[in-house]
């Protein structure tokens, strides 16, 4: 209500007299309610609107339409914000006024919308009683009667009305008093006004579309008697209508259809099937028939068996119509029948076979015969549909599909290999369902891959088979993969070895292709696997263990299938859904999920060891998914297993730390890292699953690592405490040892590293966390630490920095005790400390604006800022104001970084602080950031920005009284932006919303530095509302060009020899060093006048000394050359082939003349030697004839006297050439006649 005020009231000034009085009255109204010493409340609102309307109704000579729309219009918008109880008292009182007012303005388009709008709100407020009285019936019913009216505004509100009042029935009633009235009104315009009045019916069953989810189920059939009668008629506009009528019905009244015939409704509807090049009426038709068949299938799936087969064979001849939306539809149609048609029933008849031929069995083998012949060339526009259509039945059918539409996979190939694009895709979608639905066996059985013997005619080779299976493949058979897949790896593997020694490299390295093409298809393969317990045995388990270890290149293969298997199975366990239902979709449940996983953990301690192995011989970058399929083996591994192999890494790292040397950074991450790094890698990821006792193992090693000169050591070091304090299982480590742990990271605080310094701030958070309340110094300790750390260069450090302030704060506002005495150099004498979070901000955290460098003050007032935003309702008020008094003194700063912070805090506090709480500041705000309005441009653009915050939250009249007359000037232009962008808004408001929201989200992910939290929004946001201001303009006018040629592709240009005359060969290595980022000639160039510069003899200031005698000799020695390159120039623009450089040096021929072989220049763009290279085209000799016809002035040619007219009749195809003749042929490119082979013609 109060944004719809908002905007009313500024349209006091509007050119439109109807917005204008709205807002006179609205401020009008609220004058009076202030006068009154009333709060500005809806029911304030209501009080005095309603008093004015019955004063402007009894009033004898009243004063006039407008004010009487402008107070209708905003009693509907307060209406619906006035409490139920207020509107059924005063419905008696108003009802009547309104239906008065509705009859004597009935011409009047807007006030009839408003009184709509009021009745709306007082008869949705309305009881059970008073929906019996006739006065309440009486209003429904002229709604009722707007709702078929022929203005199209009045018409769509009173509907809207109807509909959001029958959706509201008085309670406790489920069904609204009113539906009666409704159905019969509706059913008797229906059947009364079928013929005489088209438009009511049409708008009566846009009512019915609106109101189908309401409509009493004792009604359906009448109704759809009457729907179907319409659709007789020849008006499609209508027929349309109660399709989408029939379209929301059977969406809400599934089961109101039981007892009223819907089968023979859907007969019905079979019966008044369109034309089928209708392509107005027959998309609508067959959605309803998919919808109708789909509820008719929940309701009775074993009688729909009987109508399928009729109608997927009068429906599936459509495709042979040649329109995308009729296809389209068709499609979609025949896919929803045969997936709600088709039951298991069904299936499982077909599949017994036998020579009886049921309903259900006969069914199904005509569906599959009608498909097939949808590959015959009477629908091969429409064999993608085909293809989408085999693609529902695959998926309907899943295992069964292997015995019923075997031999349709050969169809499908056939049309994949010998199809365009388009068809490829399509039977790519088809075959992947097969393989999904069918299995890669039953698959592979059909069309076998044929890779070691693929030259034979008879077994043709299908390598282009193995994506699909790799991505297709899931809950089959593990065993098939290694009875077929392994041996026949190997057998490649041998192929390719075989000829590397032959060193025939481009076949070796085919073969070894398709063995990793392969080892890819593990991953699907075990992906619910329905037979591991059968398979996966000790052998199997140590085949894919010998593959990790001999075989690096197959390793993330092996270890993602590995993950695989946990991972599904645990899924399967942790869902919601009940047996039936995941044996319906996996052949699987939770008992076979559960013991699957107990098969795994038995060798998930073998698991590990190879795991552990495998990681510590991969380089840094490339062992993250190790990592992950450890962690996913340590959940199923028991606790015994894991302590014992956790004290067998831990003595590995204690052997490591003795001997250890640190590793360069370039090294780091592409070499295989030493042990010291791998074990204490492991053992951070064993952490969440240790005891206690190995916890505190672990502690000793990591915190002794914490004074460490190696920066991998302490980052890794920082990163175990902080997983330790996380976890709940092992986090009573760091309670135990709290004093011993706080001593040791503050000791280690002077020797922590950069690159440790993220770890290192997330470890105290997470330590902090768990700190006791009796002793809190620690916090002290380290929140210099935590200040100056959000200025790190590193952004995910600045992050943790900020997100331990807020952490701290919290601690401190839990409460507790700060015990002075344990702080490092303060007197031991110190009294103990009272936590809490005005201690925190105003004396420990303020004491940083005291500092002696900027640096530190800037990251202090950072801090603050923060925390103001975080804590803004939990710090005491008086002290934020002698904060606030504090800061204006830093914005009068000399130094940039103090300023820059000063401003984003200023901006913060304006933002989030109370309007009134922030009256008293506006003049020390506003005077101290205008001191930065000349100043450097990020401060200019700074200053701009708050200063229209300032506007937005105070207004622009309470900003003015605050801003010097010197300054004045930038709050008018700011005032002139805003209105810009106001009235840009009202042009295009749907295209300015769009741009706003890509806006938005750029400026969002540009600013990823604490992205996704308020705060950043606050201070990196959005940070103008309005259009650029015209200084603004000229200084991204000077930035654009650069913006724009970084986001266009680059050209790069090859510098040719001129002696050689063979074309670079791109593939040769040593071609890079003739590739440039830009034109080399000009460089050339460049260089060149640089030399000549250079030839003069030159004062000592550095002027140039020219020579007579040197000047003569030049002019002499180059006459030639000039007399030479003007010859060629005069020569170039007469010729035949002239041209000229367009943009970025580009060659434009002369129109109408061109010649392939042509020396352009030395240097060429790439894009233009490759078209250059790719074909040497055969000359041809062009005639060019009618020259003499052509216009001076003006594009075609004209008549000339005493000439025949510029025509000539000529076959223009070559269909009419006969065979052997020789002779010229008429082309129509551009006047020319080409000499070709064709009949001789004399013109």
């Not at 109708?292 to 009775?300: D, H, L, Q, R, T």
């Not at 388009?422 to 039977?427: I, N, Q, R």
């Not at 344990?822 to 303020?846: L, R």
């Not at 200053?943 to 930038?970: A, N």
Request: charged share 25%; proline share 4%; net charge neutral.
């Amino acid at each position: 209500m109060e944004e719809q005020f908002e905007r009313i009231r500024h349209q006091v000034d509007s050119k439109l007299d109807n917005q204008k009085q709205i807002a006179v009255t609205l401020i009008a109204v609220e004058e009076t309610i202030r006068d009154q010493n009333s709060p500005l409340i809806p029911t304030a609102y209501f009080a005095v609107l309603l008093t004015t309307l019955e004063e402007h109704c009894n009033s004898p000579t009243g004063s006039g339409n407008e004010i009487h729309g402008a107070i209708l219009y905003l009693l509907n918008i307060i209406l619906p914000n006035i409490s139920p109880t207020i509107l059924l008292g005063k419905f008696s009182q108003i009802m009547p006024i309104l239906l008065q007012d509705l009859e004597s303005n009935k011409d009047d388009s807007a006030i009839v919308r408003s009184i709509t709008g009021c009745m709306e709100s007082f008869l949705i407020a309305q009881d059970r009683n008073t929906w019996n009285q006739l006065l309440a019936k009486k209003v429904f019913q002229a709604l009722l009667i707007l709702s078929v009216d022929q203005r199209p505004k009045p018409r769509k509100r009173a509907q809207d009305a109807v509909r959001k009042i029958l959706n509201c029935p008085p309670p406790p009633m489920v069904k609204h008093p009113v539906i009666g009235i409704t159905t019969e009104f509706c059913q008797r315009i229906l059947n009364e006004c079928s013929r005489s009045d088209r438009q009511s019916v049409h708008h009566t069953l846009t009512l019915l579309k609106a109101i189908a989810g309401k409509w009493p189920v004792q009604n359906l059939g009448q109704l759809s008697e009457l729907l179907l009668k319409l659709q007789k008629s020849n008006d499609a506009l209508i027929t349309i209508a109660t399709y989408q009528v029939f379209d929301e019905l059977f969406q809400y009244h599934r089961n109101g259809f039981e007892n009223y015939g819907l089968e023979e409704l859907l007969k019905s509807h079979a019966e008044l099937m369109p034309n089928i090049q209708d392509t107005q009426l027959l998309p609508h038709w067959l959605t309803i028939i998919a919808k109708g068949f789909k509820a008719y299938a929940e309701i009775n799936s074993d009688k729909c068996v009987g109508i399928l087969h009729g109608f997927f064979k009068a429906i599936f001849p459509v495709l042979e119509v040649d329109n995308s939306d009729i296809r389209v539809a068709t499609t979609n149609c025949l896919v929803e029948l045969i997936a709600h048609g088709i039951t298991d029933d069904v299936i499982q008849e077909t599949l017994r076979g036998g020579q009886t031929e049921s309903e259900k069995k006969q069914c199904l083998n005509e569906i599959i015969l009608i498909v097939k012949n949808g590959f015959n060339f009477r629908y091969h526009t429409s064999w993608s549909s085909v293809l989408k259509i085999l693609e529902s039945l695959f998926q309907r059918l899943k295992r069964s599909s292997q015995k019923l539409l075997g031999n349709l996979l050969i169809i499908v190939e056939d049309m994949r290999m010998n199809s365009d694009s388009v068809l490829k895709d399509a039977a790519d979608k088809t075959l992947g369902a097969a393989i999904t639905n069918m299995g890669p066996q039953a698959f592979l059985n059909v069309l076998p891959l044929n890779l070691e013997n693929p030259n034979d005619n008879q077994n043709i080779g299908r390598a282009w088979l193995l994506p699909l299976l790799k991505d297709h493949v899931t809950n089959t058979e593990l065993g098939y993969f290694i009875r077929e897949f392994v041996p026949l790896s190997e057998r490649l593997a041998q192929k390719s070895l075989h000829f590397q020694n032959q060193s025939r490299m481009i076949e070796a390295k085919i073969y070894e292709t398709l063995v990793q093409q392969l080892w890819a298809l593990l991953p699907g393969f075990c992906d619910l696997p329905l037979d591991l317990p059968h398979v996966f045995t000790n052998v199997t388990a140590e085949m894919f263990s010998n593959v990790m270890y001999q075989k690096p290149e197959l390793r993330p293969i092996i270890v993602l299938a590995l993950e695989n298997l946990v991972k599904k199975n645990r899924a399967i366990m942790e869902s919601n859904e009940d047996n039936n239902q995941l044996m319906k979709k996996y052949d699987l449940d939770k008992t076979s999920a559960e013991k699957n996983l107990q098969i795994l953990a038995k060798y998930s301690t073998n698991y590990l060891a190879v795991f552990f192995n495998v990681f510590s011989q991969t380089p840094t970058a490339y062992s993250a998914y190790i990592l992950n399929a450890m962690k996913v083996y340590l959940t199923i591994t028991p606790v015994k297993d894991i302590s014992i192999t956790f004290d067998k890494v831990l003595n590995l790292l204690k052997q490591s730390l003795s001997n250890h040397t640190p590793q360069s950074n370039e090294r780091a991450t592409s070499a295989i890292p030493s042990t010291s790094y791998t074990m204490l890698d492991l053992s951070i990821v064993m952490v969440p699953y240790l005891e206690i006792e190995s916890g505190n193992k672990l502690y000793e090693i990591i915190t002794a690592l914490l004074c460490n000169e190696d920066p991998t050591l302490q980052k890794k070091a920082y990163k175990a405490l902080s997983i330790i304090a996380e976890n709940d299982n092992i986090k009573a480590v760091i309670i135990q040892n709290i004093d011993d742990l706080q001593n040791k990271l503050i000791e280690s605080a002077m020797v922590s590293t950069p690159a440790a310094k993220k770890n290192r701030l997330l470890a105290l958070m997470n330590i902090i966390k768990l700190l006791p309340r009796t002793d809190l110094h620690m916090i002290p300790d380290v929140l210099s630490e935590a200040i100056l750390s959000t200025k790190e260069i590193s952004e995910k450090a600045r992050i943790a920095a900020y997100e331990l302030l807020i952490t701290m704060g919290n601690k401190m506002k839990e409460g507790g005790t700060i015990i002075m005495s344990n702080v490092a150099e303060t007197d031991p004498t110190a009294q103990d400390v009272d936590a809490s979070i005005n201690e925190f901000v105003f004396k420990m955290v303020v004491a940083g604006l005291a500092a002696n460098t900027p640096h530190m003050i800037s990251a202090t007032i950072a801090s603050l800022s923060r925390l103001l935003f975080e804590f803004k309702f939990d710090i005491d008020q008086s002290l934020l104001h002698q904060l606030l008094d504090t800061i204006d003194n830093f914005v009068k700063c000399t130094n940039r970084e103090i300023v820059k912070a000063t401003l984003g805090f200023v901006k913060v506090v304006i933002i989030s602080l109370d309007v009134d709480f922030l009256v008293p500041h506006l003049p020390q705000i506003i005077l101290g950031i205008l001191t930065w309005s000349n100043g450097h441009r990020s401060f200019k653009f700074k200053v701009r920005h708050i200063l229209e915050r300032l506007i937005q939250r105070f207004g622009y009249e309470t900003i003015e009284k605050h801003v010097p007359e010197s300054d004045r000037k930038l709050l008018s232009n700011i005032r002139k932006k805003k209105n810009r962008a106001k009235h840009r808004k009202k042009m295009d408001l749907d295209s300015n919303d769009e741009k706003q929201d890509k806006e938005s989200t750029t400026k969002h992910k540009s600013k990823s530095f604490m992205s996704n939290s308020s705060f950043e929004d606050v201070l990196y946001g959005s940070e103008s509302d309005f259009e650029v201001s015209d200084q603004e303009e000229e200084i991204f006018a000077k930035i654009k060009p650069s913006n724009i040629r970084s986001k266009k592709a680059s050209v790069s240009w090859i510098d040719e020899d001129e002696d050689e005359d063979e074309p670079i060969d791109l593939l040769d290595k040593s071609c890079i060093s003739k590739v440039f980022g830009s034109n080399p000639l000009i460089r050339k160039t460049s260089k060149h006048n640089a030399s000549l510069f250079n030839e003069f003899n030159k004062t000592k200031d550095g002027r140039i000394i020219v020579d007579e005698s040197d000047d003569e000799s030049l002019l002499q020695g180059s006459d030639a050359d000039m007399n030479e390159a003007e010859n060629n120039y005069s020569a170039a623009q007469r010729s035949s082939v002239s041209f000229t450089r367009g943009q970025r040096s580009k060659v434009k021929f002369n129109k109408g003349q061109k010649d392939d072989d042509m020396d352009l220049d030395i240097i060429e763009p790439i894009d233009a030697i490759a078209k250059r290279n790719k074909k040497n085209k055969s000359k041809r000799n062009v005639i060019t004839v009618g020259r003499e016809y052509k216009a001076e002035k003006a594009e075609g040619d004209v008549k000339r006297k005493g000439k025949p007219d510029p025509y000539a009749y000529v076959p223009l195809t070559s269909m009419y050439r006969k065979k052997g003749q020789k002779g010229i042929k008429i082309s129509l490119t551009k006047g020319k006649v080409k000499k070709r082979r064709a009949r001789k013609l004399n013109l």
